[in-house]
């Protein structure tokens, strides 16, 4: 994969435009959750450093597109990069009617690019709005690499110059190491309630790693797979022959799913519901699945500290209710304590490494969900295609 970096490039005097992601949670006008906000500080410090004119820009929340709306305004973002850079950062508005004045060294945010008409389908007109703006686009938005909309691929390609910024070309160095070239054995966690919405991903997976570790509502398929009584648990039926499958062709060539010997059960999902230890096979009609048992846990533990490279996915239980996060608990722990590379991605995967406070234990946290799995799944990503198009001239 080759790409043009923001370090390869001269910037002082040149207007930037630097396409982040700080689509972040907002309460009462205050930023309440900053890490996004933290990730691409790196990239826009760089580029004030190097004396360039800055000009920063994301999507917030789901606007109707082309429609202003208070509640979606990037105001509370500028707030927090003008506490975080310690100078005042506008909001700039009226972007696409008149190009913003900035002087080097100083930072301007654009209002949100969901308020532009035609960004979403990766207009042609609204993206050479956007390139008119700067003599270079700097993509450092991971996390909205996988979407071919205006702000992440339409500008780049129209761009008198485009790369890659700090943090994107991170996430892409990351993925590489644990993907291209992994150490062995190669070990994959994927978590989540369903096997439909990751199956994709278990597919491509299936083919790469030594063994897939299956969590959450997605084991539970597979524990009805080997013909385990599941309960009243979350399951797909329709896919436990593809479970089947799955686990025959990864025998065939000597890896393995590794299927729960025991779980913890209740009777209804409820932050008060007694848990209950079983083995796998005593499973009863009206019992709900919620967290793998001790020994299971501890197969899972060996496995990932003989492991060369591990990717995680999504947690194995119902890690927010305490009495059901034995499971995740350990499995995080023992990623912590593992000296393969690990590289960790979305949502409920970053909740559980907060509430385990594993932070700084993982090799690599990835911001981004769908472009995550999109990548793990093997997939073109159309900011990344549009990157190495650009880097061939």
Known sequence: MSFIKLTDLDLAGKRVLIRADLNVPVKDGKVTSDARITASMPTIEHCMNAGAKV??????GRPEEGVVDQENSMQPIADDLSAKLGKRVPLIKDY????????????????NVRFNKGEKKDNEGLAKKYAALCDVFIM???????????STHGVGKLAPKACAGLLLSEELDALAKALAKPARPMVAIVGGSKVS???????????????????????????????????????????VDTAKNLMDKMAKRGASIPIAMDVVCGKKFDEREPALLKDADEVTDDDMIFDIGPKSTQE??????????????????????????????????????????????????????????????????????????????????????????????
Not at 140 to 150: I, N, P, V
Not at 202 to 224: H, W, Y
Not at 351 to 369: E, F, L, M, R
């Open 197 to 239: 919405t990751k199956l994709t991903v278990l597919e491509a997976l299936s083919e790469k790693v030594d063994q897939l570790v299956v969590g959450g509502g997605i084991a539970n398929t597979f524990l009805k797979a080997t013909g385990k009584n599941v309960g009243k648990s979350l399951c797909e039926d329709d896919l």
């Open 140 to 150: 450092d938005a991971f996390g909205t690499a996988h979407r071919a909309q205006a």
């Open 55 to 60: 000009m920063v820009f994301s999507h917030r």
């Open 96 to 111: 696409l009617d008149k190009a913003p004045k900035v002087t080097e060294g100083e930072v301007v945010l654009l209002e």
């Open 300 to 393: 899972l533990a060996d496995i990932i500290a003989k492991a060369g490279t591990i990717v995680w996915n999504g947690p194995v239980g119902v890690f927010e209710f305490d009495q059901f996060g034995a499971g995740t608990k350990k499995v995080s722990m023992a990623i912590a304590e593992a000296s393969g590379f690990s590289l960790a991605g979305g949502g409920d995967t970053i909740a559980a490494i907060q509430k385990y406070d594993i932070y700084d234990k993982v090799s690599y946290i990835s911001t981004a969900g769908g472009a995550f799995l999109e990548y793990l799944e093997g997939k073109t990503l159309p900011a990344v295609a549009m990157l190495e198009q650009r880097a061939k001239g």
